[in-house]
Nanobody
Framework: QVQLVESGGGLVQPGGSLSLSCVAS????????MRWYRQAPGKERELVAA?????????NYADSVKGRFTISRDNAKNTVYLQMTNLKAEDTAVYLC???????WGQGTQVTVSS
């Protein structure tokens, strides 16, 4: 079955760093674009970052995270990553990975930025 499983969320202080992972299974991961979204209580779901298929040469970021977050992929591990630095309170949200072609979503992992 097609599945995406996120991990790596947790509690971090403002200015800190955190890395999220999303492991894919049930499909040929390397040939698909991948995305990270986030959703905070009371706010609309936001596209955070996107990476193109295969070598991931094209990467796009929301203005709110550009320069702080980095999306990457390791096709040998069927994994897409989101490295987050200089975290701010407004980054607090459930982070979800998804494949736009297959319209498949992970279950989400909670990131809380608080002192």
């Amino acid at each position: 079955q097609v599945q995406l499983v996120e991990s790596g969320g947790g509690l971090v202080q403002p200015g800190g760093s955190l890395s999220l992972s999303c492991v894919a299974s049930g499909f040929t991961f390397s040939i698909y674009d991948m995305r990270w979204y986030r959703q905070a209580p009371g706010k609309e779901r936001e596209l955070v970052a996107a990476i193109s298929r295969l070598g991931g040469s094209t990467r796009n970021y929301a203005d709110s995270v550009k320069g702080r977050f980095t999306i990457s992929r390791d096709n040998a591990k069927n994994t897409v990553y989101l490295q987050m630095t200089n975290l701010k309170a407004e980054d607090t949200a459930v982070y979800l990975c998804m494949c736009p072609t297959l319209q498949t979503w992970g279950q989400g992992t909670q990131v809380t930025v608080s002192s």
